[in-house]
């Protein structure tokens, strides 16, 4: 069974702190994207990571990938409140016959002032 | 920038109904998605498209059909709505491209009661 798994699935960080968000996934797949979420809104593209040991950054906000692994995180450097929202990683996965999007159940972050 | 427009934020529907929710992209973006999002579960695939008239199922397509009759256009229809199809419905494209991240409608909230 494919499966994509994040942890953690809350999280709750001070401003001003660091942390990283963990996805893992089941299927041998190099191509790995992460969302972002607000409350009550659709999902909005962070990331789009093509290849091993691709990273890429975005203000406080950093990506990385390694598929040998099947790991790919997500650190956050000297949260703000404006990151509270939910995160999710997706993978591409060849399955069936054909190519599919599977995505992980989320991870809730919530940045305290 | 890539626009999903999804027909209803919001919609109310009764057991037995047959219930249309429609989706448009303006970015002739070749494949097409459909969505199901709930707590704890994450994104849940019923339905996409790679081309007009074409569909492939997702992972939960039971109770569920969809259609695209033109390139901009993927309707999503329930036959006959039961409770258990309660939820957030999220309709996305993408490029041709397996490579390229998905763009995200602003989601239908149904609820059947």
């Known amino acids: 069974e494919l499966k994509v798994e994040q942890n953690p699935l809350f999280l709750s960080m001070q401003e001003g702190k660091n942390y990283t968000i963990y996805c893992n996934y089941s299927t041998t797949s190099d191509r790995l994207y992460w969302y972002r979420q607000d409350p009550g809104k659709s999902l909005e593209s962070l990331f789009v990571l093509l290849s091993n040991g691709a990273v890429k950054q975005e203000g406080r906000l950093m990506a990385s990938l390694d598929t040998k692994a099947r790991l790919s995180t997500l650190h956050i450097t000297a949260a703000v409140h404006d990151l509270s929202a939910t995160y999710f990683c997706?993978?591409?996965?060849?399955?069936?016959?054909?190519?599919?999007?599977?995505f992980g159940t989320g991870t809730r972050l919530k940045v305290l002032a | 920038d890539v626009k999903v427009t999804q027909s209803s934020r919001y919609l109310v529907k009764r057991t037995g109904e047959k219930v249309f929710l429609e989706c448009v992209q303006d970015?002739?973006?070749?494949?097409m998605f459909w969505y199901r999002q709930d707590p704890g579960l994450g994104l849940r695939l019923i339905y996409f498209?790679?081309?007009?008239?074409?569909?492939e199922k997702g992972d939960i397509p039971e109770g569920y059909s969809v259609s695209r009759e033109k390139k901009e256009r993927f309707s999503l229809i329930l036959e006959s709505a039961s409770t258990n199809q309660t939820s957030m419905y999220l309709c996305?494209?993408?490029?041709?491209?397996?490579?390229?991240?998905?763009?995200f409608g602003p989601g239908t909230r149904l609820t059947v009661t």
């Open positions: 997706a993978v591409l996965a060849f399955t069936s016959g054909t190519y599919k999007y599977i």
């Open positions: 996305a494209s993408s490029l041709e491209t397996v490579s390229y991240e998905q763009y």
């Open positions: 498209s790679y081309d007009v008239k074409m569909k």
């Open positions: 970015m002739d973006h070749e494949n």
